[in-house]
């Protein structure tokens, strides 16, 4: 080699090993996804996976050069703390995450806040819906819902259509808050709720609970169960033992005609009125190419439907808060920028975290359930803008 030609190696090595060093090196910014991946609930886990695939695949994550995500998945089961509290703690400890994401069920949820407050590890939850979670950890921003927020509005409609209701949920935080809200709004618009009862989660045998409810003979059944199986078991019941042509109209938040399960319900979920603040049916062009980009993905009878939704806007908070901090993620930094987080182009409509409870502000949608081309669909027929958690609105000093 000629002294030239070696002086030229050696720089060319040391200029690549300045960059390595400097600004352009690679960034590695790791997410801990908790997530259902196995086990009789894991269809709302698909929900949360297929989002977050999509999401990366079609090059949503906007990330400045040299910045990646690293997204380590661990699976929960289902409802199990215990094992949800044991992933944090390795995904934390072991793996160094930056963020931690994902969470379809409550319990899970609260055994996580915890974790995320002793690491100041920002929790990004894409599911977990009761309305005290986020006040469990200043390190959580929620990106999904509360069932205040649906079954509150649902309370206030329904005392103008029905004398009187039963209540029944599924025996859990969501349930509870389920049944709280509906009772408190219809109660107060004049509405009688004259039976109520909890069922234990997950349950596929709703007989004798709806049994109890033929007895009764209320004007409307309102129920919470779980999205998912849990759904298409209670329709299923509803539709055996005779509900609606015993004259009782089924309500609730829209977690019980999840749009996933639409097709595995038969003709019983035509005319269910429900509150919630999404639909796949959504006339929202966002909407429309989302769901276009999911079945051009996952097949032409695939349906995002809530769950999706939740994970594919909480994608988009975590990669807008790694690229605001240029991939050197600090938790309370990032827990100021998710505080105030918009977008006004989501799926769903516009949506922003309320900067003083850290929790989402959305939609609601009064929707029916009807048959479209064939095909079952919550169709969108009022909207309710821009509502934040009622449970926190009251609780509110
Ligand atoms: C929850 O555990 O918070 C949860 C699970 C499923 C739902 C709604 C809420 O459909």
């Given at each position: 080699m000629t002294i030239r030609k070696s002086f030229i190696a050696a720089a060319t090595a040391a200029l690549c090993g300045a960059m390595i060093a400097g600004p352009l090196a690679a960034q590695t910014v790791k997410v801990g996804l908790i997530n259902t991946y196995s086990g009789p609930m894991a269809s709302n886990g698909d929900q949360i996976e297929k989002a977050i695939n999509l999401f990366m695949k079609l090059g949503q994550c906007k990330l400045p050069p040299g910045v990646n995500l690293e997204i380590i998945k661990r699976d929960d089961t289902g409802i199990n703390p215990e094992t949800a509290k044991r992933l944090a703690t390795e995904l934390i400890v072991r793996d160094k995450v930056q963020l931690l994401t994902g969470v379809v069920w409550t319990p899970n949820a609260l055994s996580i806040a915890p974790l995320a407050t002793e690491a100041k590890v920002p929790f990004v939850i894409m599911n977990a819906g009761t309305a005290m979670i986020t006040e469990r950890s200043p390190y959580i921003a929620r990106t999904s819902f509360t069932l205040w927020q649906s079954s509150y509005p649902m309370g206030t409609w329904a005392a103008k259509k029905f004398k009187t209701a039963y209540v029944a949920v599924a025996d859990f935080g969501p349930g509870h808050d389920a049944q709280e809200a509906f009772t408190k709004a219809f109660t107060a618009g004049?509405?009688?709720?004259i039976g109520t009862v909890r069922m234990p989660p997950p349950t596929s045998d709703f007989a004798p609970f709806l049994q109890r409810v033929k007895d009764a003979k209320p004007d409307a059944l309102f129920v919470f169960v779980p999205a998912g199986k849990s759904a298409t078991a209670l329709i299923k019941g509803f539709g055996d033992l005779g509900l609606a042509q015993a004259g009782i109209k089924l309500i609730g938040p829209g977690d019980i005609v999840t749009d996933e399960e639409l097709p595995n319900m038969g003709d019983v979920p035509i005319g269910v009125m429900t509150m919630f603040h999404y639909s796949a049916a959504g006339e929202r062009p966002a909407n429309k190419s989302f769901v276009a980009a999911y079945q051009k993905e996952y097949g032409p009878n695939a349906w995002p439907n809530f769950i999706s939704v939740g994970a594919w806007d909480g994608m988009q908070a975590i990669c807008d808060v790694v690229r605001a901090q240029n991939g050197k993620v600090d938790g309370d930094k990032t827990m100021l920028l998710l505080r105030g987080w918009k977008n006004p182009n989501s799926p769903r409509g516009p949506i922003e975290i309320d900067?003083?409870?850290r929790d989402i502000v959305q939609n609601e949608y009064i929707r029916e359930t009807r048959k479209v081309g064939g095909i079952l669909k919550n169709v969108e027929l009022e909207t309710i803008p821009m509502v934040k958690d009622p449970w926190k609105e009251f609780s509110q000093k």
């Open positions: 004049g509405g009688k709720v900067p003083r409870t």
